[in-house]
């Protein structure tokens, strides 16, 4: 009933994702580190299912509780209630609206209950018949109740924004999209621009925010002379460019995948900026998401001139609703978490000292630059190769300060400099080549990168938290 009615009322409504959000927004560090260690980016899986399963063991409670001590019963299932209420009226945008599934879902439930009840009281002669009619009725419920949440979840993802993204076209860059260089690609590498499909995806939501650009709006405020509002229509007017940018997460492990490399379609944000004047002082640009998630970023960033976009485009195509239709941004050389705010529609201009944006208090640094890396791609930790010359590949980032460099050591023997693929720009990762004439034996093979600044990658391992892992990527492999 709740997921049902949370199709009307709003999808964060939903008690499961709004009790879920407030989970999310509010677990410790620590804990939310062991999720993600061990689901990954099925951590949002794991949650919900988690969820599910105390729900349904409570609710298995509030039943046996209920042939003895119907009021208390009754109590389990109000309070029940009362927790979806708090949760869903308290998430950000929000309001009194959003606790109606919750009440009515808890309703439901008595009602489910005094019915079942009901139900199970037979005369001790039928009680054969009468558990057989009782089983039955409980499995009527239990499908009612899964069709109904199936249904809520399969209506709120098909919403306003998977709807109006299906036959929207975009406008055409001004300038045609930078040629990628013929040799960018190498063999054995990940590809150099990623597909939508395979692009890592890190966000806080339970369900994606559905944001219908016909009512979307972003509103330039704070310490500004000129606070601007524009509408879609507006945006798709203001000059676009298309610009490859590869995006990097502050969470990547050393040698992790949550990095890739897309053309982005977006006008260029310092032009806005300089149209709503920012007042001296105005040292942050806190970027909101219409489900209330921040991020800040430097004022003097998103000035210097860099490829910062508010992107309406991903490779040729509107931004997937889970990359943050209809738009968000992007900025080359910062962590997402500072920079690339997704479903954006709130711009404010402040300082650092004034507002923590939302992973600051949690523990993670305000300034978010990424840090100079690389990864070995092939071969593959524990992979096994003849003797003989073998091909040793993989990529290496330096957003927008650009990759001079990079070396490939074989066990403890000297650090030897790898061939470097051409790029578009500073502000993507480069692909890498080296051979490596194996010999027999176990081997650990290890990569570094220079970047154009004369920083070469420290070998210190840092752990992701609170500014970016550091350390060198290094490879097993065994050769016969
Ligand atoms: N609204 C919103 N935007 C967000 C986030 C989020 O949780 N909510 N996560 C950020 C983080 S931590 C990263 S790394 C990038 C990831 O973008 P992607 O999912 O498109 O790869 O989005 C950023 N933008
Ligand atoms: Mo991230």
């Not at 609206?97 to 439901?108: H, L, R, T």
């Not at 993802?157 to 001004?174: H, Q, V």
């Not at 507002?355 to 300034?367: H, I, L, M, N, T």
């Not at 650990?444 to 990658?457: E, I, N, S």
Request: net charge negative; charged share 20%.
């Amino acid at each position: 009933m709740a997921e049902l009615l949370a199709v009307f009322a709003g999808a964060r409504s939903a008690p499961l994702v709004a009790v879920g959000g407030v989970v999310v927004d509010h677990v410790p560090p620590g804990v939310k580190d062991f999720a993600i260690a061990v689901f990954g980016t099925h951590d949002k899986t794991a949650l919900l299912t988690g969820t599910a399963i105390l729900l349904g063991v409570y609710a298995f409670g509030v039943g046996l509780l209920a042939v003895r001590r119907w009021p208390l019963a009754v109590g389990g299932i109000v309070l029940f209630g009362l927790v979806g209420v708090a949760a869903a009226v308290t998430r950000p945008g929000a309001g009194i609206a959003s606790g109606i599934p919750s009440v009515v879902g808890a309703a439901a439930a008595v009602w489910v209950l005094r019915h079942l009840l009901g139900v199970a009281s037979v005369p001790d002669d039928d009680l054969v018949e009468g558990r057989r009619t009782f089983l039955k009725q409980v499995g009527i419920v239990g499908a009612v109740a899964v069709a109904g949440g199936v249904a809520g979840r399969w209506l709120t993802s098909r919403g306003a924004a998977t709807e109006a993204r299906k036959d929207l076209t975009l406008p055409a860059a001004g300038e045609p999209a930078p040629v990628v260089p013929a040799g960018a690609q190498v063999q054995g590498a990940v590809p150099y621009v990623t597909p939508n499909d395979d692009f890592y995806r890190i966000d806080t939501a339970l369900i994606s925010p559905q944001v219908d650009p016909a009512t979307w709006t972003l509103k330039i405020h704070g310490m500004v002379r000129n606070p601007i509002t524009i509408t879609w229509a507006e945006l798709l007017q203001r000059p676009m460019v298309e610009r490859y940018v590869t995006l990097a997460c502050v969470s990547n492990e050393v040698g992790g995948d949550l990095i890739g490399n897309a053309l982005w379609l977006g006008t260029p944000i310092k032009a806005l900026l300089d149209e709503a004047d920012p007042l001296p002082g105005a040292d942050q640009v806190v970027q909101r998401s219409t489900d209330g998630w921040t991020c800040g970023t430097p004022t003097a960033v998103l000035r210097d001139g860099r490829d910062a976009l508010l992107a309406v485009g991903m490779n040729g195509e509107p931004l997937p609703v889970e990359h943050g239709f209809p738009v968000r941004m992007i900025v080359p050389g910062l962590y997402g978490y500072v920079s690339a705010c997704k479903w954006i529609t709130e711009i404010e201009l402040t300082r650092f000292a004034d507002f923590d944006a939302y992973w600051v208090p949690r523990g993670w640094a305000a300034q978010g630059p990424i840090k100079t890396e690389s990864r070995i791609d092939t071969p593959r930790d524990g992979a096994k190769r003849d003797a003989g010359p073998v091909v040793v590949a993989g990529v290496a980032w330096a957003q927008h300060r650009g990759i001079a460099k990079v070396e490939v050591q074989v066990d403890d023997g000297a650090w030897e400099t790898a061939a470097l693929a051409p790029a578009v720009s500073d502000d993507t990762w480069r692909q890498w080549t080296h051979t490596w004439p194996a010999t027999s034996g176990r081997h650990v093979l290890r990569v570094r990168a220079t970047d154009l600044d004369g920083y070469t990658q420290t070998s210190d391992l840092a752990d992701p938290a609170p500014d970016g892992a550091t350390g060198w990527h290094e490879v097993t492999v065994s050769v016969s």
